[in-house]
């Protein structure tokens, strides 16, 4: 499977972007599709995790701003982003794990199988 994150660019603080993940060369059917991102010199962090029934799970940094649309059944999903900050600065990658719902690895980086390439967003004026 492979997963490609687009969708990133540069935009002032309180803007929006929208971010795309289309898997391809498999089914991502079933899986959790999970947003992280990483700021220079910092770890990866979950955004959030989206599974395939629909259901989110946000990062306090992402509640209120940021909403996970689209299916994993039909192998794409998006990551609309408002109200952006400039600590919101970093690559951001997509990617697709089994873990069962609601396990504390779905919020984890070790809790996915496949990644994207990652996509940079920069929050400045």
């Known amino acids: 499977v492979q997963l490609q994150a687009s969708g990133g660019g540069l935009v002032q603080p309180g803007g929006s972007l929208r971010l795309s993940c289309t898997a391809s060369g498999g089914s991502v059917n079933w899986w959790n599709i999970g947003w992280f991102r990483q700021a220079p010199g910092k770890e990866r962090e979950g955004v959030l995790c989206l599974n395939s029934a629909g259901s989110t799970s946000y990062a306090d940094s992402a509640k209120g701003r940021f909403t996970a649309t689209g299916s994993n059944l039909k192998n794409t999903v998006w990551l609309q982003m408002n109200s952006l900050r400039p600590e919101g600065t970093a690559v951001y990658y997509c990617?697709?794990?089994?873990?069962?719902?609601?396990?504390?690895?779905?919020?984890?980086?070790?809790?996915?199988?496949?990644w994207g390439q990652g996509t940079q967003v920069t929050v400045s004026s």
């Open positions: 990617a697709a794990g089994n873990r069962p719902w609601g396990h504390s690895s779905i919020y984890q980086a070790s809790g996915y199988n496949y």
